[in-house]
């Protein structure tokens, strides 16, 4: 019998790319309350035309939580709705749009330590080796300073990695850049 806990430790593959401390410099912070929101449900918004421009309730496979949306500006929002595309894609396995949103320089680390390019890692989903179902950011805070961008949260995943099925909560950072005005996930 295989062991499931080393399967599902290798498995819970690193939504939080690049989950590396430092940062390219200080960035101002952006704190987010303790107000929920839910894909799909537009209680506690604000900032109406903002929520135009960035509708979250696109993703219904993402969940934001501990985040007040009304308190973000335009730029911290922008980076917040990339974030959640980002992971509205990897649960319908866009490969199309993950590679519009993710660096070609990229590099994905699991748990175990274990790194994959950009595109052994999109393998892995177009094959099913790796299927999310749902993913949650909870508590995000998020940094904006000129192009440069990160964004800290608590990933809930629910999903199948190698196997191994489970939700598995894991906190890290995601660091992005403005490339011809939109957000891409870069390499820390």
Known sequence: ??????????????????????????????????????????????????????????????????????????????LLYAQARYCQAMTDADLDTLRELVSEDMVFTHMSGRRQTREEYFRDIADGNLRYFTIGIADPVIRVNGEEGSITFTSVLNADAYGARGTYRMKGTHYYELRDGSWISVPK
């Open 1 to 78: 019998m295989k062991p499931v806990l080393p399967a599902a430790a290798l498995a819970a593959v690193l939504l939080l790319t690049s989950c590396v401390t430092a940062v390219r410099e200080e960035i101002p912070e952006t704190r987010t309350e303790d107000t929920e929101f839910q894909a799909g449900k537009a209680e506690s918004i604000g900032a109406e035309e903002a929520m135009e421009q960035y509708d979250f309730t696109e993703f219904p496979n993402v969940t934001v939580t501990g985040a007040d949306l009304s308190g973000l500006g335009e730029a911290e929002l922008s």
